[in-house]
């Protein structure tokens, strides 16, 4: 990667609302630079008064720093916009950026209001969104055999290989109603599904994980144990793999992934589609 | 909003990565315009094959749909935009528009190199988040009073006013370890926080709701139950908020909020910094 030495560039995340769109995309952005950024979320900057405190916000790091500013923002309305923009940075803004060109496109003027990406608490996609978080809540780890035909997708592997996070993040991301079971020796030794699986095979994707890393991850829960000894794991993963193989389940390894990769490539395989957003 | 009554517009959404940060933007940008989209999210396009595949779906939609269909892409690689760029589509990269002039700000060349924004799983900031996710579970409900003391915030409130979500994301998005716990009747008679929490005051945050709402979200739940009636509901609520009030906690209504508002909210009002991104 490019290398660089200087001091610290301040970014700016400015948005009316949250400035997790603004935010999401700077550091998607940044990360492909080897540079340091000291990153400063502004977010419900809503009004005429707030937009100035941002603008002198701005103005003082300019004054300070050895780099001039980076700002990126999420203003819909022009008027605070025009106040940030008019502070001593490099400034990149989401809207200015792609609205006016997809106007054009559309032959129609965009609302510019403020607060319009999320969905507030009485849309029927909040409810979605709730409904699978508290799906996932009760289907978490095996605890219940109850409605497993309403989830959308089940996972299974060994413990440890990442199926609560994953199910969480789908849940909440994107409403999808995630349970999660896992492998245990009684299953290798039975050398069958658990039997609350198989009326939903259908449904069921594995996740495994790389022994070493799996030896490493239960060592920090339980230091010294057999649950964690590196041969146990070992084995584990082996008859959990071979398993899957057998049964003819869809799995991944999330040894080098990201919840978000693990999660994107769930619903890809699957053709789940998202219930909120 | 504006009005616009043609069909439907395709969106294609296309990344070398999860395409998380490219639906964040588009969701953003689109919803300023009151048309119905159909978005098509294509994940992990990491070769030129995929690349080629890619923009040949974008064309057959060109000819199949009224309108031509709108890109947005995320690709770090130069010979894959190029490949997708070539389709008929009203383009948009967010690497090419933000990345040469940053390069020239920072008077360095980007990486280029693809999955650079997502923590993987060995990375010190994946174990704060999954740490951050272990922690919100156990001390979800207030299950648990042990290692409160770890908590960077507790979030307190009637049942159902949005707690469990709030911590959950707060841990999975940012890495906090977010505890949460119910104000109860009982706490109400007694007329004091729980005992469990009074050592942590500066931690806790509250979350209150409108009455006539959550007697809606608990009547989900229970229907005709006491625990859901509108009147038992209004007494929880006022008597919470006097709380809240009297013992100098923090609160917010989640009423009309999304829980990414609840969240920055919380984090901007604690200033909390988080552990992950």
Not at 128 to 136: G, L, Q, T, V
Not at 154 to 163: T, Y
Request: aromatic share 6%.
């Amino acid at each position: 990667m490019a290398q660089h030495t200087d001091p610290t560039h301040s970014v700016f995340i400015v948005s009316d609302g949250t400035g997790i769109t603004a935010e999401t995309l700077a550091h998607s952005i940044l990360s492909q630079f080897d540079v340091r950024f000291k990153k400063i979320r502004l977010p419900f900057v809503d009004t005429t008064e707030k937009a100035q405190e941002v603008a002198q916000a701005i103005n003082k790091s300019a004054g300070n720093d050895p780099h001039r500013p980076i700002v990126f923002s999420s203003l819909a309305k022009t008027e605070f916009l025009e106040i940030v923009r008019a502070s001593n940075a490099l400034h990149f803004d989401l809207i200015q950026t792609f609205v006016p060109p997809l106007e054009e496109e559309l032959g129609m003027k965009a609302a510019r209001a403020m607060g319009l990406s999320h969905k507030s608490a009485d849309s029927a996609e909040y409810g979605n969104r709730m409904d699978a978080i508290n799906f996932s809540l009760a289907h978490d780890d095996g605890q219940s055999h109850k409605n497993l035909a309403n989830a959308d997708v089940i996972l299974v592997g060994v413990s440890r290989s990442g199926k609560t996070p994953t199910s969480l993040y789908l849940a909440m991301q994107y409403g999808i109603r995630a349970a999660n079971y896992p492998l245990i020796p009684e299953d290798f030794e039975r050398d069958s599904l658990p039997s609350a699986l198989t009326p939903h095979k259908d449904k069921l994707f594995g996740l495994s994980i790389n022994p070493e890393r799996l030896a490493a991850i239960r060592n920090e829960r339980l230091p010294n144990s057999k649950y964690a000894a590196l041969e146990n794991c070992k084995q584990e993963v082996q008859r959990a793999e071979a398993m899957m193989q057998r049964e003819g389940i869809r799995w991944l390894s999330s040894t080098t992934k990201s919840i978000e990769e693990i999660a994107t490539a769930i619903m890809q395989e699957l053709k789940l589609e998202k219930r909120v957003g």
